[in-house]
């Protein structure tokens, strides 16, 4: 049945879900890196493909900003069978070992948004991500000699809320970097008994409005989306074992 906002059919969405916010990026993913890739939604800008990648039937689906739209995308894709959403983002650096463009492999998220907040009816939570998606996606990372960091994340909702002082302060506590999805992404995944994993690229430091150049950026995420596709056929082949 035909989602509210995913647009999608039964048997249009893959087991394996790419999530980046940007439907620019879900293009490019899916026109770069897929094999035979279909559009199969764009309602509202969520631009959802399917298609395959070393014979792995793989869906790039775009979840917006923020965690509202990205909690009903999560939502909406597992009622159409999803079983494994990675999201494949951008994040601000707070720690300043996170350099412009750096791969950082989020093993959690600190909750500091909304969405979770009245799901969980402010009940105390740590959103996580799977232990087998982070594994696939470390190792994918070394294989392919792609430098990263893996740890916590800040998912947050006022993206000009944050100052360098906020980032100085979170990184104290070992967060990585800031950006505006995972925390709801891996609690609805979780509610559904879904694997869950989120990649980013740091595209900027906290408080900072400048980006890193466009090109430093765009070679940050296509090295990010190769190491999320191989960690896709190693979950893939794990789960044939
Ligand atoms: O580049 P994406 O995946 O959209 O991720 C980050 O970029 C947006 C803010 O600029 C937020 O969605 C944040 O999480
Ligand atoms: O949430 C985000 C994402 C990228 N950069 C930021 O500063 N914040």
Redesign the pocket.
């Known amino acids: 049945m035909s989602q509210i906002h995913v647009r999608a059919q039964a048997g249009d969405v893959a087991e394996y879900v790419l999530l ?3 439907p620019h ?1 879900a293009r490019h993913i899916a026109q770069t890196y897929l094999e035979d890739a279909t559009l199969y939604a764009e309602h509202r800008q969520l631009l959802g493909f399917t298609g395959t990648y070393q014979g792995v039937p793989v869906s790039v689906q775009t ?4 965690c509202p739209s990205a909690a009903i995308v999560a939502e909406e894709l597992a009622r159409l069978g999803a079983k494994t959403l990675i ?5 601000g650096g707070a720690a300043p070992r996170v350099r412009p463009a750096d791969l950082v492999i989020a093993t959690a998220a600190v909750p500091n948004d909304g969405t979770t907040r009245q799901l969980l009816g402010g009940a105390p939570y740590a959103p996580a991500a799977s232990f087998e998606v982070v594994e696939a996606s470390v190792q994918a990372a070394r294989a392919a000699g792609v430098a990263h960091h893996a740890g916590l994340v800040m ?1 947050e909702d006022a ?1 000009y809320a944050s100052t360098p002082e906020h980032a100085r302060l979170w990184a104290s506590r070992g967060v990585l970097g800031f ?4 925390s709801a992404i891996f609690l609805v995944a979780a509610q559904h008994g879904l694997r869950a994993g989120c990649l ?1 690229t740091c ?1 900027n430091d906290i408080g900072d409005p400048q980006l890193v150049p466009e090109e430093v950026l765009a070679n940050g995420v296509d090295r990010m989306v190769r190491v999320a596709l191989e960690a896709v056929v190693r979950l893939h082949r794990a789960a044939r074992a």
């Open positions: 980046p916010g940007d990026r979840t917006g900003m923020g999201r494949v983002g951008t994040l998912t993206f950006e505006m999805e995972a980013t595209s």
